[in-house]
């Protein structure tokens, strides 16, 4: 007996002794190398973006926003004002091709700083980011062969095609707005090239990118669009960073600073988009 209870003895110290090691480890803050200071103050994303000497910028082919040059150098209007941005940060630039319908995961992931392309100010978006003002007005067109446009002239005469959208876009809601049948593609360049080798009879995109991309004079002159599907409502294009994050303050002051001094006019002057530019 006695040494039965010698053995419940012991066994009763053992748990207590695990007990106690697990609420220890459980009182033990958690911490994270990029967001944590030796003070235990948290880190801001400026501080982060600052201390690793990059801001990384999330894209997608897009012209006249972001896209390449014949030396492979990102150029267009959002990347020159994202590298002007980085510049006043005291900090390179990076950009990083993503898959659009994966932006707030790469944001929040830190694989990316911030969402830098055309990106329209959606409900959705700015619930799920902190998104900068707006700095240009935008619409979603269609997009069909020219030899047919003449019968694509409104609405109603586009509702029985089949459409190329990007994955995630502002173009995509317009077509399921239509109940159109469609297909998802990575980018708004792909769904321009589903309509040119007619494995789609028509794309929705962003006006400004039709502007630059379909048409007389252009790579697509085969092409040209047609309706404007949000006509009423219209659009607007702003930058996001990861939710709480104060660089969108910084970026807003840029903008601001960038426009009063002409820098941000003079590159929109470059890529033909100044009329769409919002006052800052």
């Keep these: 007996m006695n040494k039965m209870k010698k053995w419940l003895a012991l066994a009763l110290a053992l748990v207590m002794c695990l007990a106690l090691a697990a609420c220890k480890s459980n009182e033990e803050p958690k911490t994270d190398d990029n967001e944590i200071h030796d003070d235990n103050t948290v880190q801001t994303d400026m501080e982060y973006v600052k201390e690793k000497g990059t801001l990384v910028v999330g894209i997608t082919e897009f012209e006249p926003m972001d896209y390449q040059n014949a030396d492979g150098e990102w150029i267009g209007f959002d990347a020159d004002m994202a590298k002007a941005f980085a510049d006043s940060l005291g900090v390179n630039v990076e ?18 700083d911030v969402v830098w392309n055309g990106m329209t100010l959606t409900d959705e978006v700015k619930s799920a980011m902190e998104c900068s003002n707006a700095y240009c007005n935008n619409a979603q067109v269609v997009v069909v062969p020219a030899a047919v446009a003449d019968q694509y002239q409104d609405i109603d005469s586009v509702k029985g095609l089949s459409f190329a959208v990007e994955s995630g876009s502002a173009g995509k809601a317009e077509v399921e707005k239509l109940e159109a049948s469609f297909t998802e593609v990575a980018d708004q360049a792909t769904a321009v090239l589903e309509v040119s080798s007619g494995t789609s009879e028509a794309a929705v995109i962003d006006s400004l990118m039709a502007g630059a991309m379909v048409g007389e004079g252009t790579s697509y002159a085969d092409l040209t669009y047609t309706v404007v599907l949000n006509a009423e409502e219209g659009e607007q294009y702003g930058v996001g960073f990861r939710k709480g994050s104060d660089l969108a303050a910084a970026l807003n002051e840029f903008f601001k600073t960038s426009y009063a001094d002409g820098t941000m006019i003079e590159i929109a002057e470059n890529y033909g988009i100044q009329a769409a530019l919002i006052e800052q």
């Design 95 to 112: 950009f990083q091709i993503i898959e659009w319908d994966n932006k707030v995961f790469e944001l929040e992931g830190k694989t990316i």
